[in-house]
């Protein structure tokens, strides 16, 4: 069997799914998986026959006999995991965001040309059919000429979400940049869909970057902010998320022409055609491809990544930012409730869906418009 040789690092949580396609591209005979690595990994009756078990992932890298590793572990350890990886000889598939500082990015884009190993970035809307349909529409000028680029999400995260490890909504960890924040993470799809529809992927494709970030919940990171993004070709993107919603609704990105926007909703791979009056003319749903199958048919040199790592510069570009800004400040008294629902205890921050929509149209930060939550002593 010479399919190539598979590991993975980070079995729990996200990165279950990464089993899940592991084992069934084992099964196909696409690849052999051959170890894991999890502090606590998967019993070894619920793998194939022969695979390593590791409970830490460097381990696995050290004992060698691996062509592609995933890694799905907190921020902090990306750097170290894939520049292992690459320096053994593999390929990598890493989760978002790429690292956690520009620093350890400009090391890693380094090691990778050295080594000439391949880094597939987890940004699975990147693999979505999508982004081609709506370059090419606006290419055809069915919006117009473009005015401006938006992302968005109104998510809600209860307070078992900050519990359930030492790293999440934190920025530092034991001395280590983690960037655990709504911008760079959870919400971290919507700036880097933006960008690729944009054409603005790399470092240099970024002029300037204006941040706004705060917090309604009791934690380092930010929880609702928002990104001003001066783009290559004198075009702007806003990124406005919150995860102090209401609700959990689909996040979405926006290209807005002159003459009506096309929206994706990035997670459901859905494309709607928007009226000068935001009216829904067209809607239509297109299908999306895996990161991990992509990254095995650009090793055989037969497809191009589609979320390379060098493409994730201008991501990057707002993880350091948001890093170098001042910590994020907490809501104004009184702005924030407590909630506790059917999805469990969560703050909500008031009128937060309607000043995400105010800043997306008018390009501002929060604080900017004088929502009523920024109003701090």
């Not at 990544?305 to 510069?313: H, I, K, R």
């Amino acid at each position: 069997m010479n399919a190539p040789r598979l590991a993975l690092i980070g079995t729990g949580g996200h990165g279950r799914t990464h089993v899940e396609k592991g084992l069934k591209l084992h099964t196909e005979g696409r690849v052999r998986l051959v170890a894991v690595a999890d502090p606590n990994p998967p019993a070894a009756e619920d793998l194939p026959d022969g695979v390593a078990r590791f409970t830490d992932g460097a381990d696995l890298i050290a004992a060698g006999g691996v062509d592609i590793v995933v890694i799905c572990t907190p921020i902090n350890t990306h750097f170290d995991f894939a520049s292992a990886a690459l320096e053994a000889g593999a390929d990598v598939l890493l989760e978002k965001p790429t690292t956690a500082t520009l620093d350890e990015f400009e090391r890693l884009l380094a090691i990778a040309d050295r080594t000439g190993g391949l880094v597939q970035v987890g940004f699975q809307s990147l693999g979505s059919d999508a982004l081609d349909i709506i370059r090419g529409r606006v290419a055809a000028g069915d919006i117009g000429e473009v005015v401006r680029y938006s992302a968005t999400g109104a998510w809600l995260r209860n307070e078992a979400y900050y519990a359930r490890s030492a790293w999440a909504g934190r920025r530092t960890l034991n001395g280590r940049v983690v960037a655990d924040g709504a911008l760079t993470n959870p919400l971290a799809h919507a700036s880097a869909t933006a960008l690729a529809l944009a054409g603005a992927t790399r470092l240099e494709d970024v002029k300037s970057l204006e941040l706004d970030l705060w917090r309604a919940n009791d934690i380092e990171a930010d929880d609702t902010s928002v990104a001003v993004f001066d783009l290559e070709g004198d075009v702007r993107l806003t990124t406005a998320v919150t995860l102090a919603a209401p609700s959990q609704k689909p996040p979405y990105v926006d290209v807005v022409g002159t003459s009506g926007t096309l929206r994706l909703w990035y997670t459901s791979d859905d494309i709607d055609l928007l009226g000068a009056n935001d009216e829904v003319l067209e809607q239509s749903h297109v299908g999306r491809r895996d990161l991990l199958e992509n990254l095995l048919a650009a090793r055989d040199g037969s497809a191009t990544l589609f979320s390379p790592l060098a493409e994730t510069g201008a991501f990057m570009r707002l993880v350091e930012g948001v890093m170098q800004a001042p910590a994020p400040k907490l809501v104004a008294d009184g702005s924030a409730t407590l909630v506790d629902d059917e999805n469990g205890r969560h703050l909500v921050i008031e009128g937060i869906e309607e000043e995400l929509e105010r800043a997306l149209r008018l390009e501002s930060t929060f604080t900017e418009l004088g929502s009523e939550f920024t109003r701090v002593s």
